[in-house]
């Protein structure tokens, strides 16, 4: 009875759609009135192949595959030698409690790759620095959905979903060659919001952990939320933890502002009241600042379905610098540099993984936030398209972006299992890296889905 009832009730959720093409952007958009109807609109776009066809990128810029047939890549993260190391799986754990619930997951499963969760981290090697990376290996596996990617003190950190993970690191290695050290476990009761962003501090001494809520808007209760919609800031060396900022729905991805060591983020807003609402946003991240989840949305608009209100914390909620759409599902975010040339030498990209309730669809694009005096200024850029066919279909879907210190954007796009590629027209420009080392004789990765603590 629930296979024949799930697409017959979809098809009419999707029929009360209609919200406009564009969405609100910019550092103070004039929100609308929240509407709520009988039903949500829930609306995917179907997956299609890219064929010979290509993402669409500036004038002056070129794109190009450098890995593909993955399982379903999330974050990167150049290491210092040039090899990339991918984050590949999926995760979540949350009962499905509600009729929405139900449909909401048949409509995005249909929007997703089919291929198997990787639950793993590739390396890929360009040896010689001509941008073609023809080594690739399987760096650790046996992972649980792992996500989050940070480098410093000779290490590789990894975010799962219920681990924060330290694997050693020697220049050139192609494998972990052991198991990793647990530094301290992560909330995962339910893991509604299974993905855990993470960056580092410029020192190295703290990671920053992005850990989202378990619901909507508390609907499966305040003790379910404990410890989450929040970002964790944690002793490197020790595993030791506070609560940084509190308030983010669903902080999908974390970086750190070059020369400031300032933590910036992308948070996913909440659903259900309206195409227009609730903008996902870019926003600094202030030590104990509060950023309204769940009782108000961009500074003091009060969410009027959460019980109990609390006024007292609404009016301490900070406003985020910058609206980019709503429901775009933003999960990548990374600094850029003069090597991607003037136009986009000071500003954020971020992977726009694309709506799956809203109708048109939005998202689906790399864009492209404009710095002025450390923080964004002026209108954000459509950087990477085309992963949204003009016939409603989606060839790509992007997540993590991470900017190459010799001169490249990388995209993850985990619809089409590939790692894309951008640079300025006539290949990578300005602060080339030497070769990486020779890959030494291969020893088996890192295994063991339950690393020892450390």
């Keep these: 009875m629930t296979r024949a009832l799930v697409p017959a009730l979809a098809l009419a959720l999707v029929a009360c759609g209609g919200t406009p093409d564009e969405t609100y952007t910019g550092p ?32 002056g810029y070129e794109i190009a ?37 139900i449909i909401a997951g048949f409509i995005k499963s249909r929007g997703n790759t089919q291929v198997e969760s990787g639950n793993r981290l590739t390396l890929l090697r360009d040896a010689d620095g001509d941008g073609t990376y023809e080594n690739r290996s399987i760096f650790a596996d046996n992972l ?52 855990k962003a993470l960056t580092i501090s410029a020192d190295g001494r703290y990671l920053f952990v ?43 991805a ?34 104990g600042g509060f950023y309204g989840w769940p009782y108000s949305y961009w500074g003091q608009n009060v969410d009027e379905r959460v019980r109990p209100q609390k006024p007292e914390k609404v009016a301490s909620a900070i406003a985020p610098d910058f609206a980019l759409g709503s429901h775009v599902a933003a999960l990548g975010v990374a600094f850029s ?8 030498a000071n500003g954020v990209f971020v992977g726009q993984h694309g709506s799956w309730n809203r109708d048109p669809p939005v998202g689906y694009k790399v864009s492209f936030v ?18 949204l066919g003009e016939d409603g279909k989606a060839r790509g879907r992007p997540v993590g972006v991470t900017v190459d210190p010799r001169g490249a954007l990388l995209v993850a796009d985990d619809l089409a299992n590939t790692i894309w590629r951008i640079t300025p027209t006539g290949g990578a420009a300005g602060m080339p890296l030497a070769p990486a080392a020779p890959a030494p004789a291969a020893t088996p990765p890192a295994t063991g889905a339950t690393p020892p603590a450390g």
């Design 28 to 59: 103070s958009p004039e929100l609308p009135k929240p509407q709520r109807g009988l039903f949500p609109t829930l609306k995917i776009s179907l997956p299609s192949e890219w064929g010979d066809q290509l993402p669409t990128v500036p004038e």
């Design 65 to 101: 595959p450098i890995a593909d047939n993955l399982q379903i890549p999330r974050q990167m993260l150049v290491l210092p030698n040039g090899d990339i190391i991918v984050a590949e799986g999926r995760g979540g754990r949350a009962p499905k409690l509600t009729p929405k619930d």
């Design 144 to 195: 649980d959905a792992p996500y989050g990617l940070a480098f410093g003190n000779d290490s590789i950190y990894v975010a799962t979903q219920d681990a924060l993970l330290r694997f050693a690191y020697t220049e050139g290695a192609v494998n972990a060659g052991a198991a990793p050290q647990e530094i301290t476990k992560l909330p995962a009761a339910i893991n509604h919001h299974w993905t």
């Design 210 to 252: 992005g850990i989202g809520s378990d619901s909507n808007i508390t609907e499966r209760g305040l003790a379910v939320e404990e410890s989450r919609a929040m970002v964790w800031q944690v002793e490197a060396a020790t595993g030791f933890h506070r609560v940084f900022a509190t308030g983010l729905r669903n902080p999908t």
């Design 254 to 287: 974390l970086a750190m502002q070059p020369g400031m060591d300032q933590l910036w983020a992308v948070v996913n807003e909440r659903d259900e009241i309206g195409g227009e609402l609730v903008p996902d946003y870019l926003t600094s991240v202030r030590p």
């Design 337 to 344: 540099t003069p090597t991607m040339g003037a136009q986009f």
């Design 370 to 387: 404009p710095f002025r005096d450390g923080k964004p200024s002026g209108e954000m850029i459509d950087f990477a398209t085309g992963f």
